[in-house]
């Protein structure tokens, strides 16, 4: 089974605090990781992709991956009105992409 | 270019009608798939392709049917279609470079089965 399970929430912060989301995966041969914003009524988009142990950032956004636990996370710092949204993770194995459920996010103004 | 395109954006079916869902990329993109998107849930991989005349099943293929051959088209077949087949429907591409390779969403078909 190649299983990506998340918190479906839903999550709340307040504007300009720290979310995290979290992800973790069931499939040891996953290879790359995905973090995807989906607003209500739209397709997803990408935010982040990871493949090596460790942090990525990209902006306000900063990925963590650790393969030996299998787990993902997203941290979204200085978090905005605007990133409420629902944030779906995502493990490609092989030619094979699997989606989690989903974490709804709300950032209270 | 126009990425993912997808039709029709609708479509309401009577149970046991059948359709197909199209999807066209213009990326040259040699993967493509189909997903599912239940309210409130995440995306269910139905079936996808490495490339034109090769397709292997997702999670949940059951009642449905793909065909790719041409690089740019994948469409989605449904056979008598099912109230559980209610759902909005996502085609996606991604190229292969050897790196991590983005997925790029359609705008997705919302299909509701009565």
């Known amino acids: 089974q190649k299983e990506v399970e998340q918190n479906s929430g839903p999550l709340s912060v307040p504007e300009g605090a720290i979310a995290s989301l979290n992800c973790t995966y069931s499939?040891?041969?996953?290879?790359?990781f995905f973090w995807y914003r989906q607003y209500s009524g739209k397709s997803p988009e990408l935010i982040m992709s990871i493949y090596s142990n460790g942090d990525k950032e990209d902006g306000r956004f900063t990925a963590q991956l650790n393969k030996a636990s299998q787990y993902v996370s997203l941290l979204i710092r200085d978090s905005q009105p605007s990133d409420s949204a629902t944030y779906l993770c995502?493990?490609?194995?092989?030619?094979?992409?699997?989606f989690g459920a989903g974490t709804r996010l709300t950032v209270k103004p | 270019n126009a990425g993912v395109t997808q039709t029709p954006k609708f479509r309401i079916l009577k149970i046991g009608q059948s359709m197909t869902l199209q999807c066209a990329q213009d990326m040259n993109h040699n993967y493509m798939y189909w997903y599912r998107q239940d309210p409130g849930m995440g995306l269910k991989l139905i079936y996808y392709?490495?490339?034109?005349?090769?397709?292997d099943k997702g999670e949940v293929p059951n009642g449905y049917n793909v065909s790719r051959s041409t690089t740019e088209d994948f469409p989605l077949r449904l056979e008598l279609a099912a109230p559980s087949q209610t759902s909005v429907y996502f085609c996606?591409?991604?190229?292969?470079?050897?790196?991590?390779?983005?997925?790029?969403f359609g705008p997705g078909t919302r299909l509701t089965v009565l």
């Open positions: 499939d040891r041969g996953s290879q790359s």
């Open positions: 995502a493990a490609l194995t092989n030619n094979d992409m699997r």
């Open positions: 996606a591409s991604r190229p292969w470079t050897g790196g991590i390779d983005e997925q790029f």
């Open positions: 392709s490495v490339g034109a005349g090769i397709t």
